[in-house]
């Protein structure tokens, strides 16, 4: 499997700011998730980062709020923007491995821990 | 109906024990199933996947799937208390294309 690290670990940012999520991974991969858990709850995609085009968002999630970059097949990040303290939550990294692009089994990052004050 | 259904618990047993925990989903294509234990304050971890109908073990852990009932089971033998965790039933979604996650069961094991 892959080892993933994301940066910040957490953070408390203040209302209206914006904070950019970074997620490595010490291999190519081609399918790389972003995810939020919020306070006692499962996880909900947010999007897929496509390496080479613009990521794909869920129902419910906008390329304004949550912008993604994804330069290449190691790197990507997640902005949250213009935050709201109901954006408090932890923002997990995801990438999936065994060379199918589909449903191969997916590993997190260590998560972010997002407080929006 | 959610996608994939868990009971929330928390699923209480004695050390030394069988946790058996259930996991149902909606979708009837879907191929690919995931078991992930889920530590307060840390990341998923995948712990079992299972693509065929039957059982896969490995070590204390044994996912069953019925795909005909759309049941997805992962058993723990002789449980610890250090399997105390979240457990989390994910299901790659044939047509959504995505990876679908239950709410999660939380496992307590006592000593």
């Known amino acids: 499997s892959a080892v993933i690290s994301q940066k910040p670990s957490r953070d408390i940012c203040q209302r209206g700011t914006s904070l950019t999520i970074q997620c490595q991974v010490d291999s190519q991969v081609t399918m790389m998730f972003w995810y939020r858990q919020q306070p006692g709850q499962s996880l909900t995609l947010i999007a897929t980062?496509?390496?080479?085009?613009?990521?794909?968002?869920e129902s419910g999630f906008v390329i304004d709020k949550f912008p993604i970059s994804r330069p290449n097949l190691t790197f990507s990040t997640l902005t949250v923007s213009n935050m709201s303290p109901e954006d408090s939550s932890i923002y997990l990294c995801s990438v999936a491995w065994g060379g199918r692009a589909t449903a191969d089994e997916q590993f997190f990052g260590p998560g972010t821990r997002l407080t929006v004050l | 109906q959610k996608e994939v259904e868990q009971n929330s618990g928390p699923l209480s047993v004695p050390e030394g024990a069988i946790a058996s925990l259930n996991c149902t989903y909606s979708d009837r294509g879907s191929q690919s199933f995931f078991w992930y234990r889920q530590y307060s304050g840390k990341s998923p971890e995948l712990i079992m996947f299972i693509y065929s109908n039957g059982d896969k073990e490995d070590g204390r852990f044994t996912a069953q799937l019925n795909k005909a009932s759309q049941y997805v089971s992962l058993l723990i033998r002789d449980s610890q208390p250090s399997d105390s965790a979240t457990y989390l039933c994910?299901?790659?979604?044939?047509?959504?294309?995505?990876?679908?996650f239950g709410s999660g069961t939380r496992l307590l094991v006592r000593p």
């Open positions: 980062a496509n390496q080479g085009s613009e990521a794909t968002y």
């Open positions: 994910a299901v790659w979604g044939d047509s959504s294309y995505k990876l679908i």
